[in-house]
Structure formats: structure tokens, C-alpha cells
């Protein structure tokens, strides 16, 4: 099962001063927009999105269909599939993509400590 491309979603209290940390780290904007606050960084095969305000926790972020560049996949697991391959292994999903669609799409779990887990697909 291919989850495509994998990023840390951080939950920040200053997106401003969150940003400006991790570029002494060496990450540099690659996408999103601060005046929606949220902004995602890359350094090298490293992504993390700084989003202030918009979930309460971390969260590992998975896209299928995307490289680590988003640049699309000729070939992916659609997440339809991922969350039936879930679903028949008894992993329980909080939210579920409704199956009878095509395209963008995004399911939430949880892993057995509580941390959150978005498979998000935007093609």
C-alpha cells in the first residue's frame, strides 16, 4: 500500500516566529499561504506544514497520488483503497472518504497512542 508523500503537520502558536525557527534549520518555504495561516517547509526529503490555529495536535500527513515535491504519481493507491485495505484489517477509522467518489479526498485514524494520522489526497 503506497501512502505517497509523508509530512509532519505541526500545530503552532506564532506561524511567524515558528517559520523563521525552522529556517535557521535550513527549511525553506515550499507552499501554502500565511495570510490563511498556514505554511509548509521543506528541507531536502523533510516536510513539515506550520499551521496555526486550524487542529489542536500534531499530525502525521500522508499524500497519495503526490511525490515529495507534489508533483503527481503516474501510478498510486487511491485513498478509496487505502481505507478499505484499513477497514479489512480492523483499523478503525474517525473519518471516513466516502467510497462511491473519485479525485481529492482525506480519511483520519489514530495509531494506539492517540496520535493523529490524515491521509490526504489532493488528485
Not at 523563521?20 to 516536510?47: H, M, P, V
Request: hydrophobic content about 40%; some cysteine; charged content about 20%.
Amino acid at each position: 500500500m503506497e501512502l505517497g508523500a509523508f509530512s509532519v503537520s505541526l500545530t503552532v502558536k506564532n506561524l511567524e516566529e515558528s517559520r523563521s525557527f525552522y529556517e535557521k534549520l535550513g527549511f525553506e518555504t515550499f507552499g501554502g499561504d500565511a495570510a490563511q495561516n498556514w505554511l509548509i517547509l521543506k528541507n531536502g526529503d523533510c516536510i513539515i506544514g506550520l499551521f496555526q490555529g486550524m487542529f489542536e495536535q500534531n499530525i502525521l500527513t500522508f499524500n497519495p497520488g503526490w511525490d515529495a515535491n507534489a508533483s503527481p504519481l503516474a501510478s498510486f493507491t487511491d485513498v478509496r483503497e487505502i481505507q478499505r485495505r484499513l477497514k479489512a484489517q480492523g483499523v478503525g477509522i474517525q473519518t471516513e472518504v466516502d467510497e462511491s467518489t473519485t479525485g481529492p479526498a482525506h480519511l483520519f485514524l489514530a495509531d494506539p497512542d492517540g496520535n493523529l494520522i490524515l491521509i490526504d489526497q489532493h488528485v
